[in-house]
């Protein structure tokens, strides 16, 4: 019974000098590290303050482990804090990034309809061209073609193309406003 009680003593005392190994540590170290920790995360106070303080846990874990007659521990702490950094970076990179039901709320949903609209006036529209007009306008609109192209393929003039396309778009502009499309 009594080698129990000595045992639980001796825990007691060693997890003692252990959180007082660590609080020197903190004290000491907590400035220069945070600074070192800063320039890391690139600014990030929030991050560099947790990488602090899991460097400080880890130190904490191994505190029975720690070469206690070095000059320095800033080394050991500032080789803790780097690892920690780099696993932090590579698991945020490994996986997607996370997204909650918030995202989703506001995402802008395609209304379908309102374009299916659009499209159906302006195809009556066309409609209500003359065929001249409406052909010159599937020529330079719908197939992208250049005036000259244009020209080519209807078997008319450059200038014909021309004043065909300005007039076609003043007839539509007409049109789509009696319809109460704005334009």
Known sequence: MWAGARDRTAVRSR???????????????RVPLMSYVLRLTAGDR????????ETMVRAWRQAGQLDLTEPSLMPWLVTVARRIVIDDKRRRSARPAETGDDMLENAPAADTMEDLLRKVVVAEALQALSPAHREVLNETILRDRTVNQAAEVLGIPVGTVKSR????LRALRVILAERGVPV
Request: hydrophobic fraction near 40%; aromatic fraction near 14%.
């Open 46 to 53: 929030q991050h560099a303050e947790d990488v602090v303080q």
């Open 15 to 29: 997890a003692a000098d252990d959180d007082a190994l660590v609080t020197e540590l903190y004290r000491q170290y």
């Open 165 to 168: 396309v300005y007039y076609a």
